[in-house]
Each structure stands twice: as C-alpha cells, then as structure tokens.
C-alpha cells in the first residue's frame, strides 16, 4: 500500500513535471514569437527608413543639379544684361560724337557759306 502510495506519487510528480516543463517551453515559444514579431517590424521600419532616405537622397541631388543650372541661368542673364548696359553706353557715346560732328560740319557750313 505504502510503495503504491509512493509510486501514484511518484508518477503523479512526474506528471506535474512535464505540464510544467511543456508550459514553460509554450511560455518560451511564446516570448520567441512576440521578440521576432518585435525584430521583424523593427527590421521592416528600417528597410523603409531606408528606402526613404534613398528617395530623399535623389532628390536633395536633383534639386542641387537644378539649383546649379538656375545659378549658370542666372548669371548668364546677368552677363547679358551688363552687355546691353554696355551697348547702351556704347549708343550714347555714339550718339554724342555724331551730335558734335553734326555741330561741328553746321558751324563749318556756315563759316564757308555766305548767308
């Protein structure tokens, strides 16, 4: 009766034993899970970060490109405008010498001429 007792304890022990050894390995799995669940969405924000970043990247590069080809615009225009400056200038003086001559031949003329 006593070695009966014993070995319905026994066994029963080792029942115990091996609910308690299974639920910890669900217990584990479960934690398994929930950390990969938690890396795989990490490793998934980062691929999309990433992925941004390289979006961002071209455009910061094309942005820069056309900000240098409005500067070269720019400075042509403005090259183009001291030239007109220049031909402006260049009209006047111009204009002024031709006044003088025209002064100079009517004074000419009219020292020559007898009126």
């Known amino acids: ?6 070995e319905r304890d026994q066994a029963e022990q080792e029942k115990l034993q091996k609910a308690v050894v299974e639920s910890v ?5 479960q ?22 970043s390289r979006k961002l990247e071209a455009q910061a590069a094309k942005l820069t490109s056309q ?9 042509e225009f403005q090259d183009g405008l001291k030239e007109l400056g220049d031909v402006e200038n260049w009209a006047q003086a111009i ?3 031709m006044r ?3 002064e100079a031949l009517q004074t000419i003329h009219k020292t020559r001429v007898p009126q």
């Open 100 to 102: 003088e001559i025209n």
């Open 1 to 6: 009766m006593h070695q009966q007792k014993k």
């Open 67 to 75: 900000s240098v080809k409005w500067v070269k615009l720019l400075e």
């Open 95 to 97: 204009e002024t010498d």
């Open 25 to 29: 390995q669900v217990v584990a799995e």
């Open 31 to 52: 934690m398994m899970d929930s950390i990969n669940a938690g890396v795989t969405t990490v490793f998934q924000n980062q691929r999309a970060i990433e992925a941004e």
